[in-house]
């Protein structure tokens, strides 16, 4: 969303409540906006009176930022609100217009409707979505002529690429772009459109807009590979230069190099087709290239031949991964594994999937989404721990960070100050990688949480420092984003900027179990519980052996606590503490839990464990450090730590 004057200073409201306000204002024009309707699309899980209280929060805000604009400002009639802006430019309403021209398109059209506020409840997410469906069907079929009256090919694809960018849904556009590339003799890019086309159509509750398999059927024709040669396409990717193989120090060569995941064919046995498992390739295939750490490349066995493990690795590939999906009558067998290339072929991790046969694929319930994440965690693991227990031939930036990030899993003293250390020693070889920041952000923010560092107002500034050091440095990837966001809601005092980022690492990366975890966790800070129960739970299923499940389970035990669901509280408080018993923030929820138990005495050994973690705990200390946002919330924590025996 943007605000803009004509001299393009924004003025657009920081909060991201407040620009939801403005935006429903702004699409309604001249007509009066109720603010009931206001108040159930942004605050329908506060009370009536807290609700009113925000909005006028956000109106007053409004206000402010419309004050330098001469004839602008909202109007208040009774229950009801206007925005007047003279003269004014807003593109919802322009491209209803008869002066919206197809030289405007590529300004106007720069992706889906109010996609940076999305999220922020599902009331309001139900609306955006209806507004855009609402604006496409308007102007569907201005766009469609747009199309067909296109002066040339090249022009055609700026205006299809526009408009996908814009309407996912629309099928016309797909195919425009697919034949563009088939007409240019590139099938491979053609087959990326359907890749897009397939990942981008699905809507909220997985279901694909339309039948993409008219966009496929328009990349085949112009092609003479058939359908089992499809599926092993090479998608136009540069293959790595040739390295030194098995286990040299190629493998961390350049500082922020990849790994490179060589991906055979999913071979298709009994009654699977070859159409089927390529249709499994690529849904993998499109949610893993969503992970910056991997670099997912489709390799055609026919071009590898005898001695494919060496030649592979002597390309300069890492990992492989080998699929075989097996359809009977009665069942879908789904078996994948994964190898280390640079020692010789060694299977590190497998995995073998059952389901009763229904006709229906795999994929159709999460499939690939599920599997997508725990093979890049499975590849980190693997990475790391290699590194930790092998001795590097040369210490770089990606070795010092995936180091830290083993130690941080531990969570002691010790180990923290290790991860503290390499990634300072990391931070003076590359002083531009947003991630080193984010990273050192995330262990201090994890020291103070745990209650061991000195000097609390120092590390809080130091935080932030690194933080604000981090986002200035415009990172693009998911884990920095969600880094970030979740140090910014936890910490600074920044809970709506907080949000914002992890909406945006979700948009980069919606398999990104840690991106879940940390918006579920803002959530959590905000108030709304069951939203953050709901995206906590979504973390668990994308990788539920994650090394952060520890930190799932606290998140979830601390949601369902303040929504007053002590039993399933304490049981999730309980599993943290079985995955990670170093981590305070278990215990305290935990601690607090119990105190709403029928005795009201609390549990003692947890007590005395959370002490043993923090010797100096008390009540007004957690109350200190806590993100939490309503007093409420706030109270009920407190109150239970007490009953169960924390010194006040």
Same mark, same amino acid.
């Given at each position: 969303?943007?605000?803009?004057?004509?001299?393009?200073?924004?003025?657009l409201?920081c909060?991201?409540?407040?620009?939801a306000?403005?935006?429903?204002?702004?699409?309604?024009?001249?007509?009066?906006?109720?603010?009931?309707?206001? &108040?159930?699309?942004?605050?329908?899980?506060?009370?009536?009176?807290?609700?009113?209280?925000?909005?006028?929060?956000?109106?007053?805000?409004?206000?402010?930022c419309?004050?330098?604009?001469?004839?602008a400002?909202?109007?208040?009639?009774?229950?009801?609100?206007?925005?007047?802006?003279?003269p004014?430019?807003?593109?919802?309403?322009?491209?209803?217009?008869?002066?919206?021209?197809?030289?405007h398109?590529?300004?106007v059209?720069?992706?889906?409707?109010?996609?940076?506020?999305?999220?922020?409840?599902?009331?309001?997410?139900?609306?955006?979505?209806?507004?855009?469906?609402?604006?496409?069907?308007?102007?569907?079929h201005? *766009?469609e002529?747009?199309?067909?009256?296109?002066?040339?090919?090249?022009?055609?694809?700026?205006?299809?690429?526009?408009?996908?960018?814009f309407?996912?849904?629309?099928?016309?556009?797909?195919?425009?772009?697919?034949s563009?590339?088939?007409?240019?003799g590139?099938?491979?890019?053609a087959?990326?459109?359907?890749?897009?086309?397939?990942?981008?159509?699905?809507?909220?509750?997985?279901?694909?807009?339309f039948?993409?398999?008219?966009?496929?059927?328009?990349?085949?024709?112009?092609?003479?590979?058939?359908?089992?040669?499809?599926?092993?396409?090479?998608?136009?990717?540069?293959?790595?230069?040739?390295?030194?193989?098995?286990?040299?120090?190629?493998?961390?060569?350049?500082p922020?190099?990849?790994?490179?995941?060589?991906? *055979?064919?999913?071979?298709?046995?009994?009654?699977?087709?070859?159409?089927?498992?390529?249709? &499994?390739?690529?849904?993998?295939q499109?949610?893993?290239?969503?992970?910056?750490?991997?670099?997912c490349?489709?390799?055609?066995?026919?071009?590898?031949?005898?001695?494919?493990?060496?030649h592979?690795?002597?390309?300069?590939?890492?990992?492989?991964?080998?699929?075989?999906?097996?359809?009977?009558?009665?069942?879908?067998?789904?078996?994948?594994?994964?190898?280390?290339?640079?020692?010789?072929g060694?299977?590190?991790?497998?995995?073998?999937?059952?389901?009763?046969?229904?006709?229906?694929?795999?994929?159709?319930?999460?499939?690939?989404?599920?599997?997508?994440?725990?093979?890049?965690?499975?590849?980190?693991?693997?990475?790391?721990?290699?590194?930790?227990?092998?001795?590097?031939l040369?210490?770089?930036?990606r070795?010092?960070v995936?180091?830290?990030?083993?130690?941080?899993?531990?969570?002691?003293?010790?180990?923290?100050?290790?991860?503290?250390?390499?990634?300072?020693?990391?931070?003076?070889?590359?002083?531009?990688?947003?991630?080193?920041?984010?990273?050192?952000?995330?262990?201090?923010?994890?020291q103070?949480?745990?209650?061991?560092?000195?000097?609390?107002?120092?590390?809080?500034?130091?935080?932030?420092?690194?933080?604000?050091?981090?986002?200035?440095?415009?990172?693009?990837?998911?884990?920095?984003?969600?880094?970030a966001?979740?140090?910014?809601?936890?910490?600074?005092?920044r809970?709506?900027?907080?949000l914002?980022?992890?909406?945006?690492?979700?948009?980069?990366?919606?398999?990104?179990?840690?991106?879940?975890?940390?918006?579920?966790?803002?959530?959590?800070?905000?108030?709304?519980?069951?939203?953050?129960?709901?995206?906590?739970?979504?973390?668990?299923? *994308?990788?539920?052996?994650d090394?952060?499940?520890?930190?799932?389970?606290?998140?979830?035990s601390?949601?369902?606590?303040?929504?007053?669901?002590t039993?399933?509280?304490?049981?999730?408080?309980m599993?943290a &503490?079985?995955?990670?018993?170093?981590?305070?923030?278990?215990?305290?929820?935990?601690?607090?839990a119990?105190?709403?138990t029928?005795?009201g005495r609390?549990?003692?050994r947890?007590?005395?464990?959370l002490?043993?973690?923090?010797?100096?705990?008390?009540?007004?200390?957690?109350?200190?450090?806590?993100?939490l946002?309503?007093?409420?919330?706030?109270?009920?924590?407190?109150?239970?730590?007490?009953?169960?025996?924390?010194?006040?």
């Amino acid at each position: 969303m943007q605000a803009d004057l004509a001299n393009d200073r924004s003025f657009l409201p920081c909060n991201r409540k407040s620009r939801a306000v403005l935006a429903v204002l702004a699409i309604a024009g001249a007509k009066p906006v109720s603010r009931n309707l206001l &108040i159930d699309l942004l605050w329908h899980t506060r009370g009536r009176e807290q609700a009113q209280a925000s909005l006028r929060q956000s109106v007053h805000e409004l206000r402010s930022c419309l004050a330098p604009l001469q004839g602008a400002g909202l109007q208040s009639a009774g229950d009801r609100l206007t925005l007047r802006i003279e003269p004014n430019w807003i593109d919802v309403l322009f491209v209803q217009t008869p002066e919206f021209l197809p030289r405007h398109m590529l300004n106007v059209f720069r992706g889906p409707l109010l996609g940076d506020l999305a999220g922020l409840s599902d009331p309001f997410d139900t609306w955006i979505l209806a507004e855009r469906k609402s604006l496409a069907e308007k102007i569907r079929h201005k *766009l469609e002529r747009f199309l067909a009256g296109a002066p040339d090919d090249e022009t055609m694809a700026r205006i299809a690429e526009a408009i996908v960018s814009f309407d996912t849904s629309h099928e016309a556009a797909w195919r425009a772009l697919a034949s563009f590339h088939i007409a240019r003799g590139n099938p491979s890019a053609a087959l990326d459109v359907y890749h897009r086309c397939l990942t981008e159509t699905r809507t909220r509750d997985g279901q694909l807009a339309f039948d993409v398999s008219a966009v496929l059927a328009q990349c085949l024709p112009a092609t003479t590979l058939n359908a089992s040669e499809l599926q092993t396409i090479e998608t136009g990717s540069a293959a790595p230069r040739p390295q030194h193989a098995f286990r040299s120090e190629s493998r961390f060569a350049a500082p922020w190099r990849s790994a490179h995941l060589a991906m *055979l064919p999913t071979r298709a046995l009994g009654n699977a087709t070859p159409e089927f498992a390529m249709c &499994i390739d690529w849904q993998i295939q499109s949610a893993l290239c969503k992970f910056e750490e991997l670099s997912c490349i489709p390799v055609n066995p026919a071009r590898v031949g005898e001695g494919a493990l060496v030649h592979l690795a002597e390309t300069g590939f890492d990992f492989m991964l080998e699929a075989c999906i097996d359809r009977s009558a009665d069942q879908d067998q789904f078996i994948l594994r994964l190898r280390d290339l640079q020692m010789k072929g060694e299977i590190f991790w497998s995995q073998r999937i059952c389901r009763p046969s229904s006709g229906a694929t795999l994929f159709d319930a999460d499939f690939a989404t599920l599997l997508a994440p725990q093979i890049a965690a499975e590849i980190s693991k693997y990475q790391a721990i290699f590194l930790e227990y092998c001795p590097a031939l040369r210490r770089n930036v990606r070795e010092l960070v995936l180091k830290a990030s083993r130690s941080v899993q531990r969570l002691d003293r010790h180990s923290l100050a290790e991860a503290e250390r390499l990634l300072s020693e990391a931070t003076k070889r590359d002083d531009r990688h947003p991630a080193l920041f984010a990273w050192s952000a995330y262990v201090q923010l994890l020291q103070l949480g745990q209650g061991w560092t000195s000097d609390v107002e120092a590390t809080q500034r130091r935080v932030g420092e690194l933080t604000d050091k981090a986002l200035s440095l415009n990172p693009e990837t998911a884990s920095v984003l969600s880094i970030a966001g979740h140090v910014l809601a936890f910490n600074q005092n920044r809970l709506e900027e907080g949000l914002s980022l992890q909406e945006q690492a979700l948009s980069r990366n919606p398999y990104l179990p840690s991106a879940w975890l940390f918006s579920g966790l803002a959530h959590t800070y905000a108030g709304e519980h069951k939203e953050a129960v709901s995206r906590l739970q979504r973390a668990k299923q *994308l990788s539920p052996a994650d090394q952060q499940a520890y930190f799932i389970d606290m998140g979830l035990s601390l949601s369902h606590l303040l929504d007053g669901d002590t039993g399933n509280a304490l049981t999730a408080s309980m599993n943290a &503490i079985r995955l990670n018993p170093n981590f305070s923030s278990s215990f305290k929820v935990g601690v607090s839990a119990s105190g709403y138990t029928d005795q009201g005495r609390g549990d003692a050994r947890m007590l005395q464990r959370l002490l043993v973690l923090e010797p100096a705990l008390t009540v007004e200390r957690v109350l200190s450090r806590s993100p939490l946002t309503r007093r409420e919330d706030q109270t009920r924590l407190s109150d239970g730590l007490r009953m169960a025996g924390l010194p006040r």
